[in-house]
Antibody, heavy 120, light 109 residues
């Protein structure tokens, strides 16, 4: 059974940093492109970042580029999002999501999400 | 960046057909995916590559994509279909290639 479990969310002050992780199991992690998607309270889905299976291709939304870094450890079946210089508007539930296969193929499995709150 | 526009809400009676649109410039040239999100839950992929259904998604869910509009159709609507629905595209020519639509709240009357 495919499972994605996020962790690392919490309360952080504006300008602070936080690292959220996603532990993957039930599939060959190194074969799939992975993503982070967020959802602010009461708002719609917002794509944040994508990393290809071998980390050869990495993409960021304009809203996080230069502040967030996506990475993966295929040996540990782990996806990471390092968030720096956090802003109030980064407050959201952060979901880890797997692409069906190649880049752009859609997200067939999602984690339950981890809440990041940026507030003074 | 690519902009996807959805109607904020759609209301439909049980047993009828719900049609959710997703408008974007030449969206017919891109791959469109659709997600269902029930309150308090993570999204679920219901259609990918315009019209393909993942395993476990009922045949009542179908998709199409042409010109400047993609469409998700839910036939024989059930109470359990009440949720938010989001379209998404992959724009391979962009450095921020995934884009979500604004979302549509489907209410079953």
């Amino acid at each position: 059974e495919v499972q994605l479990v996020e962790s690392g969310g919490g309360l952080v002050k504006p300008g602070g940093s936080l690292r959220v992780s996603c532990a993957a199991s039930g599939f060959i992690f190194s074969s799939n492109t992975m993503n982070w998607v967020r959802q602010a309270p009461g708002k719609g889905l917002e794509w944040v970042s994508t990393i290809s299976s071998s980390s050869n291709y990495i993409y960021y939304s304009d809203s996080v580029r230069g502040r967030f870094t996506i990475s993966r450890d295929n040996a540990k079946n782990s996806l990471i999002l390092q968030m720096n210089n956090l802003r109030v508007e980064d407050t959201a539930v952060y979901y880890c999501a797997r692409d069906i296969g190649v880049r752009g193929s859609g997200h067939d499995y999602w984690g339950q999400g981890t809440l990041v709150t940026v507030s003074s | 960046s690519f902009v996807l526009t959805q109607p904020p809400s759609v209301s439909v009676a049980p047993g009828e057909t719900a049609t959710i649109t997703c408008g974007g410039n030449n969206i017919g040239t891109k791959s469109v995916h659709w997600y269902q999100q029930r309150p308090g839950q993570a999204p679920v992929l219901v259609i990918y590559y315009d019209r393909d259904r993942p395993a476990g998604i009922p045949e009542r869910f179908s998709g199409s994509n042409s010109g400047n509009m993609a469409t998700l159709t839910i036939s024989r609507v059930e109470a359990g279909d009440e949720a938010d629905y989001y379209c998404q595209v992959w724009d391979s020519f962009s450095d921020h290639p995934y884009v979500f639509g604004t979302g549509t709240k489907v209410t079953v009357l």
